[in-house]
């Protein structure tokens, strides 16, 4: 998998990266194992491409659980918007972006 990443990324360690967030993000709860296997990939990409700096315990993680947890507060947030407008009966569908920004300012 890591050289399959490592050839297909053409050694671009930011895509790479970026690709085994992702999938470790989206898999974190549903698929904790797949999860896993992702971050263990992740360390044999760092080997491979000789970034043994990167292998300190915790960078990693450090980086993912940031990255989570911003997701985590933007979905909750999006959420709230959404309950919102279901139940505020003067957002419809043909106000102006403008307005629908003001309206969700004020309220949140």
């Known amino acids: 998998m890591a050289a ?3 050839k297909t990324r053409k050694k671009d360690l930011r895509k790479i ?3 085994l967030n992702q999938q470790i993000v989206f898999n974190r709860k549903e ?3 797949y999860a896993e296997k992702m971050e263990k990939t992740r360390k044999e ?3 491979q491409l000789g970034r043994e700096d990167l292998l300190k315990e915790g960078f990693g993680s ?3 659980d940031t990255i989570y947890t911003d997701y985590s507060a ?3 947030d999006i959420k709230n918007l ?3 407008i279901e139940k505020d009966k003067h957002i419809h569908p043909s106000m ?4 629908l920004s003001q309206i969700i300012l004020t309220k949140f």
Do not use: A, N
């Open 4 to 6: 399959w990443l490592i």
């Open 17 to 19: 990266t970026g690709s």
């Open 31 to 33: 698929d904790p194992k």
């Open 45 to 47: 990409v760092y080997k």
């Open 62 to 64: 450090r980086l993912l």
């Open 74 to 76: 933007y979905m909750k």
């Open 82 to 84: 959404l309950r919102y």
């Open 96 to 99: 102006s972006r403008e307005v």
